[in-house]
T-cell receptor, first 113, second 115 residues
Framework: TQLLEQSPQFLSIQEGENLTVYCNSS?????LQWYRQEPGEGPVLLVT?????EVKKLKRLTFQFGDARKDSSLHITAAQPGDTGLYLC?????????????FGQGTTLQVKP | DTGVSQDPRHKITKRGQNVTFRCDPI?????LYWYRQTLGQGPEFLTY????????KSRLLSDRFSAERPKGSFSTLEIQRTEQGDSAMYLC?????????????FGPGTRLLVL
């Protein structure tokens, strides 16, 4: 069974601080997605990484896929209150035709003004 | 709006009642997924369809749960004899699988509360 462990589960920081969220597994994934979810809404895709060692940037957000495709990180620079939300990593199965995603338990981020 | 839509957004029911949720995927997406999310957790896969064929079901999907996608477009998820443990957010996602990679787009979810 493929599992994803996210850390930390909760993070409360001041506006302007930097933070990193980690997503780890003992399994290899074909791809890794990061989503952001607002209360009462569905997850919204931020980025997909597919190549080991890949780094993608989205404004103040930097995403990295581990060389072995077993882990990923999300780094936010100069966090803003608008970044508040639930951040989810999700892995795509490495074998077979299934597209189902395996999600981590999420990181709840609160950015205080 | 051409995104994934779900109906209803909220459902309150009494234990033992049946409920049905609907998902309308993005037009021309050939895959449709159902996930369940409880408070403080990430979504868990339930089942998925490619066109009208149900290709995989999770062990989480007990006999009380049934899903259909009769014409390869919208899908329904029915829960019979609801239990309090069924209370959760039920999320639908759709994707267009054309090669190895695909991107899933999620709907807003249906929040179910079983009293």
């Amino acid at each position: 069974t493929q599992l994803l462990e996210q850390s930390p589960q909760f993070l409360s920081i001041q506006e302007g601080e930097n933070l990193t969220v980690y997503c780890n597994s003992s399994s290899v994934f074909s791809s890794l997605q990061w989503y952001r979810q607002e209360p009462g809404e569905g997850p919204v895709l931020l980025v997909t990484v597919v190549t080991g060692g890949e780094v993608k940037k989205l404004k103040r957000l930097t995403f990295q896929f581990g060389d072995a495709r077993k882990d990923s990180s999300l780094h936010i620079t100069a966090a803003q209150p608008g970044d508040t939300g639930l951040y989810l990593c999700a892995g795509g199965a490495s074998r077979g035709n299934t597209g189902k995603l395996i999600f981590g338990q999420g990181t709840t981020l609160q950015v205080k003004p | 709006d051409t995104g994934v839509s779900q109906d209803p957004r909220h459902k309150i029911t009494k234990r033992g009642q049946n409920v049905t949720f609907r998902c309308d995927p993005i037009s021309e997406h050939n895959r449709l997924y159902w996930y369940r999310q409880t408070l403080g957790q990430g979504p868990e896969f339930l089942t998925y369809f490619q066109n009208e064929a149900q290709l995989e079901k999770s062990r989480l999907l007990s006999d009380r749960f049934s899903a259909e996608r009769p014409k390869g477009s919208f899908s329904t998820l029915e829960i019979q004899r609801t239990e309090q443990g069924d209370s959760a957010m039920y999320l639908c996602a759709s994707s267009l699988r054309t090669g190895v990679q695909e991107t899933q787009y999620f709907g807003p979810g249906t929040r179910l509360l079983v009293l």
